[in-house]
């Protein structure tokens, strides 16, 4: 059973930065492509960054040169710098495999953006 732990979120204001980090409960961890996935009231779970295991990234354009998603494989945590935020990226946010099926979705961590 894999257990995914977000943690980092909470209220900031414009403009502001947050660091998230989820940590895996397994050691397989660096053999997947790992991503970050939000989920605001009334919208569906999106992917928004990923990163392979060797190190290549991919963002959404709503993110693109303000997120920066990175990984320590022996740490098996995969960790997701926010900066410059809006309040569009107010949202519920989880870590996952990019891979179908997804393992069992963490808590997830809450991230508000609100002066």
């Known amino acids: 059973q894999v257990q995914l732990a977000e943690s980092g979120g909470g209220l900031v204001q414009p403009g502001g930065s947050l660091r998230l980090a989820c940590t895996m409960s397994?050691?397989?961890?660096?053999?997947?492509?790992m991503g970050w996935y939000r989920q605001a009231p009334g919208n569906q779970r999106d992917l928004i960054a990923s990163?392979?295991?060797?190190?290549?990234?991919m963002y959404v354009d709503s993110v693109k040169g303000r997120f920066t998603i990175s990984r320590d494989n022996a740490g098996k945590t995969v960790y997701l710098q926010m900066n410059s935020l809006k309040p569009e990226d107010t949202a519920v946010y989880y870590c996952?495999?990019?891979?179908?099926?997804?393992?069992?979705w963490g808590q997830g961590t809450q991230v508000t953006v609100s002066s």
């Open positions: 996952n495999r990019v891979v179908t099926p997804v393992w069992s």
């Open positions: 397994r050691s397989f961890f660096s053999a997947y492509t």
């Open positions: 990163i392979t295991r060797e190190g290549t990234t």
